[in-house]
């Protein structure tokens, strides 16, 4: 995977989750940027939705800047009749990135200002930003252990799949006090 100035031996890891911070998907990929994961990803949750026998169907997209992709937001809208919700721009940057005014651009911008917008993505900070940041910081899992592609995704879906364990487990240790 190409790294900060050189290749590196190692994998993006993905994860769509719901608003409860459950993992619905998790893939891996050896591309860094998450440029061309938002049709893949939301096709392989809604295949884990499917295989689940669970028939609803996620309201809205939303990612972060990373995952800006005229075709695919397309291609979701087009193909899933889901709405997608990116902003255009990363949360670090004070002005529009050169080059992307207008259009689409500035209708997501004046989405994201709404209030339902901005309470919309705040939603999806909460909900998959602490999954990576509990992965990562709580856990410790800054790695994969396992090499070639096959054993890493293994690897990292059994990760996801223990973080969903842990919050059934904390959901019935919650309801069972209540």
Request: a positive charge; hydrophobic letters at 35%.
């Amino acid at each position: 995977m190409k790294g900060n100035r050189r290749y590196i031996q190692g994998y993006n890891a993905q994860a769509v989750v719901n608003e409860q911070q459950i993992v619905i998907a998790a893939e891996i990929t050896a591309d860094a940027g998450d440029f061309s994961h938002l049709r893949p990803m939301l096709t392989a949750a809604l295949s884990e939705l499917d295989a689940a026998g669970i028939k609803e169907r996620p309201e809205v997209v939303v990612a972060d800047a990373q995952y800006w992709n005229e075709q695919h937001m397309d291609d979701v809208t087009g193909e899933h009749g889901i709405p997608v919700l990116i902003p255009p721009d990363s949360g670090k940057r004070k002005d529009e990135r050169p080059g992307w005014s207008g259009g689409r651009y500035a209708f997501m911008r004046k989405v994201l200002e709404t209030d339902l917008g901005r309470e919309t993505d705040r939603r999806r900070q909460t909900a998959i930003e602490p999954v990576f940041g509990h992965t990562k910081h709580n856990r410790k899992f800054t790695s994969f252990r396992r090499r070639g592609r096959a054993a890493v995704r293994t690897e990292w879906r059994l990760i996801m799949m223990s973080h969903n364990l842990t919050k059934l487990y904390r959901h019935q240790i919650a309801t069972a006090g209540a």
